[in-house]
């Protein structure tokens, strides 16, 4: 189909004007849009194992855009250059493709049916809906209330990771969930605000947990790992859009090894 058709009905969905301007880095990160596209590839991050991992899979002449989750470039592409030699060695390996790296990022994490959304979904819970303070978190209700521990390995379950820190200084009973993919740490705050039972995001460093220690309050840290399933929710929007794409997946990241 025609790329602008394409990024504009993409861009209805997950629009640039939501997307965290303090740091964050969306949209076309490298190389010029094709007129057409039809074989798409997705990853949550686009780096150098992707890159051979795509040369195994398929003839690179033949992808017409890639679209990562994390943004390719983020920060100025001068600044990321400068400072990370391995970016600058797979840019110059791109450069003798034509191949447009475009990235959703904290867009994708807010818009309706993104990633937030794809989240809760998958932890099976009922009446979703934005945070008021916060409208990229999703809160919601399980249908049955169940103990927090029994509730921590149920969502580290389904969200496909091998572990998780759980932080239970709140209810012992979970009944209503808020989540933010990745690292949505700082928000643990706003979900305790409207009441909701527990709050799972990842990346909380010792203060943060300090915080949520203080504050009496059951925070699930989850690996950042949980946002992959952007690509399954992304193939699922890409094929509504135009069923005959042909999308192309590689989810090559790996958990670190416990010890």
Known sequence: MKTRVLLSKLAKKFPKSIAK??????????GKLKEDTN????CLDFDDIVFEKAKEIIDFNKIDLVISHHPFIYGTFKKVLKNDQVKFNLIKKLEKYNLPIYSYHTNFD????????????????????????IPMA??????EEMDIISFSKYAKEKLDVSYGELL??????????AIIGGGGRHYYLDA?????????SGDIPHHGRRGVVLNKYNYLNLPHEIE???MKQMKKILLDIDSNLNIIVIDHEKLPILI
């Open 21 to 30: 301007k303090y740091h964050d880095y969306v949209g076309l990160q490298f």
């Open 39 to 42: 074989t798409i590839l997705l």
């Open 110 to 133: 807010e818009g309706i049916d993104g990633m937030n959304d794809a989240l809760a979904k998958e932890l099976g819970l009922l009446n979703i809906e934005q945070l008021e303070s």
């Open 138 to 143: 999703r809160g919601g209700y399980l249908k």
């Open 168 to 177: 239970n200084f709140g209810k012992d009973k979970i009944k209503s969930v």
């Open 192 to 200: 305790m605000n409207e009441d909701y039972d527990i709050f799972i």
């Open 228 to 230: 992959r399933i952007f």
